[in-house]
């Protein structure tokens, strides 16, 4: 049976859909779709309010919406390095020189689709051995419930549960990620560039499927049923 996130959405208080990255053969199995306007500049996060009402945007490398996105989620190298390190360094100031980004860059490895289309969208019952990562959209008192959750199993001498890694918005929701296998989680939606499309009190926890796993097997022992939270709760005149 794959993961039921039921209880934990509910406790927590989370209203939003969570959104998968599938890496599939079927795009039919994600209807409704939606996709960028070809040969138009379009950011993943554009596509939000898409996500809100049940649409799946699907990408891929003849048509991802913009370079970035292009580059870490479908493996389309940028036209020319030195038009990228220029836009990324003096047009945007990502980095404090070119040399810099470029050693980054170096050290990226951009997802490789296996079949051709990556699928973000509401989560797809069937569609589980094609699911690569989960995102929750949160407020800051449901990050610090996840990041908490992230790390209920974790000992010191593990590969750190939860990253906060540099990145564009879209990487966050998979290529950041070392081993899509490890129980991992990232922060995301920190990459003031997308922010514009999200209400100003969302932030994003993408984690892994194993991850996800062990956040939905969160059970009656675990800080989710505890006074820590319940008193978060009262505070924020919820209950």
């Not at 309010?49 to 049940?54: E, H, P, S, T, V």
């Amino acid at each position: 049976m794959p993961p039921d996130p039921s209880r934990l959405l509910e406790i927590a208080g989370i209203r939003h859909p969570l959104i998968g990255f599938y890496d599939a053969p079927d795009a039919a199995a994600f209807a409704p779709l939606v996709e960028p306007e070809p040969g138009e500049h379009g950011c993943v996060f554009a596509f939000f309010k898409d996500w809100l009402a049940g649409a799946t945007l699907r990408l891929t490398a003849a048509n991802s919406g913009c370079g970035g996105a292009g580059r870490c989620l479908c493996d389309v190298p940028p036209p020319s390095r030195e038009a990228f390190l220029k836009f990324l360094v003096d047009g945007e100031g990502l980095k404090a020189s070119r040399e810099l980004m470029g050693e980054w860059l170096d050290h990226d490895r951009p997802y490789r689709p296996a079949h051709g289309q990556v699928l973000l969208g509401p989560l797809r019952a069937g569609q589980e051995a094609h699911l690569k990562s989960v995102t929750f959209f949160v407020n800051p008192d449901q990050l610090g419930l996840l990041m908490l959750g992230a790390q209920y199993r974790s000992r010191p001498s593990d590969p750190p549960p939860v990253l906060a890694p540099f990145g564009s918005g879209c990487m966050q929701m998979v290529t950041l990620f070392r081993d899509l296998q490890a129980p991992q989680a990232v922060v995301g939606a920190t990459d003031i560039a997308m922010r514009q499309y999200l209400p100003p009190d969302l932030l994003a926890f993408t984690v892994t499927v194993p991850m996800f796993a062990q956040l939905c097997a969160l059970d009656e022992r675990s800080f989710l049923h505890k006074p820590f939270w319940k008193r978060l709760r009262q505070a924020r005149g919820k209950r």
